[in-house]
């Protein structure tokens, strides 16, 4: 089955920045375009990036640009997300997320939070 565990949240300063890790296992990775979300508390779940299947190409909400960059590498089935000169309002629960067959398939998540 379907399997996505993210890590390598944690709590940084403002301006710091922190790699995200999502590691997926069963189903065919590289056929799949993959997306990270984030959901901060009392909001709802947003997209924050998405990358296609074999990585040419990207896509970011406006509020991480510049600042985020996903990528993945097929050999590993692994999708990252850089964050650099993080924010406060960066601080949420960050998912990693695939779609297949129509079903949405969702990792435990990985906090992030952003203070000093």
């Known amino acids: 089955q379907v399997q996505l565990v993210e890590s390598g949240g944690g709590l940084v300063q403002p301006g710091g920045s922190l790699r995200l890790s999502c590691a997926a296992s069963?189903?065919?990775?590289?056929?799949?375009?993959m997306t990270w979300h984030r959901q901060a508390p009392g909001k709802e779940r947003e997209l924050v990036a998405i990358i296609t299947s074999a990585g040419g190409m990207t896509n970011y909400a406006d509020s991480v640009k510049g600042r985020f960059t996903i990528s993945r590498d097929n050999a590993k089935n692994t999708v990252y997300l850089q964050m650099n000169s993080l924010k406060p309002e960066d601080t949420a629960v960050y998912y990693c997320?695939?779609?297949?067959?129509?079903?949405?398939?969702w990792g435990q998540g990985t906090q992030v939070t952003v203070s000093s």
């Open positions: 069963g189903f065919s990775f590289s056929s799949y375009p």
């Open positions: 997320n695939t779609v297949k067959g129509g079903q949405y398939y």
